[in-house]
T-cell receptor
Framework: EDQVTQSPEALRLQEGESSSLNCSYTVSGLRGLFWYRQDPGKGPEFLFTLYSAGEEKEKERLKATLTKKESFLHITAPKPEDSATYLCAVQANDYKLSFGAGTTVTVRA | SQTIHQWPATLVQPVGSPLSLECTVEGTSNPNLYWYRQAAGRGLQLLFYSVGIGQISSEVPQNLSASRPQDRQFILSSKKLLLSDSGFYLC????????????FGPGTRLLVL
């Protein structure tokens, strides 16, 4: 069974204080790893897809990286508007995604 | 561009009452469609997915059912709601190609009392 574990559960940052979120996974035959951002009371918003170890993708202050066992989401110089829950999901040999419980990031001005 | 709609946005229902949540997708043809439930502090749980009209796969045994009466319409139903059915219900779509991204709707908050 596919397993996805995200850490930490919650992260409180000062504006401008860079940090990283971790997503470790166990899956037979990874086809893709996905990062989403979710604001309270809203549906998840797609951020990145990573397909193979060594791949990196960036969007504004966010950078996602992938190894054979985990992925990191780096937040550089965060702003209060980066406050959200960040979800990681893996896709194996079918259409289905297995999600982690998420990391809730709070950025204080 | 593609758009996904869900309604209602919020619903409060008594135990034992029926349920019907609707999801529609615009701007794409023959999408894969998904229903998820998200409980507080937990990850998204896949309930149903559909790769075409009339083709529904269930992931979790429960008192919920799903139907796909049209290509871009996905409905989640129950004949009798339980307290444990409370949660945030999300519909998602993907293109149906390998390694495709799933895009989520705004969600429906269901509270069963």
């Amino acid at each position: 069974e596919d397993q996805v574990t995200q850490s930490p559960e919650a992260l409180r940052l000062q504006e401008g204080e860079s940090s990283s979120l971790n997503c470790s996974y166990t899956v037979s035959g990874l086809r893709g790893l996905f990062w989403y951002r979710q604001d309270p009371g809203k549906g998840p918003e797609f951020l990145f897809t990573l397909y193979s170890a060594g791949e990196e993708k960036e969007k504004e202050r966010l950078k996602a990286t992938l190894t054979k066992k985990e992925s990191f989401l780096h937040i550089t110089a965060p702003k209060p508007e980066d406050s959200a829950t960040y979800l990681c999901a893996v896709q194996a040999n079918d259409y289905k995604l297995s999600f982690g419980a998420g990391t809730t990031v709070t950025v204080r001005a | 561009s593609q758009t996904i709609h869900q309604w209602p946005a919020t619903l409060v229902q008594p135990v034992g009452s029926p349920l019907s949540l609707e999801c529609t997708v615009e701007g794409t043809s023959n999408p894969n469609l998904y229903w998820y439930r998200q409980a507080a502090g937990r990850g998204l749980q896949l309930l149903f997915y559909s790769v075409g009209i009339g083709q529904i796969s269930s992931e979790v045994p429960q008192n919920l059912s799903a139907s796909r009466p049209q290509d871009r319409q996905f409905i989640l139903s129950s004949k009798k709601l339980l307290l444990s059915d409370s949660g945030f219900y999300l519909c998602a779509w993907s293109t149906g190609q390998s390694q495709e991204t799933q895009y989520f709707g705004p969600g429906t908050r269901l509270l069963v009392l």
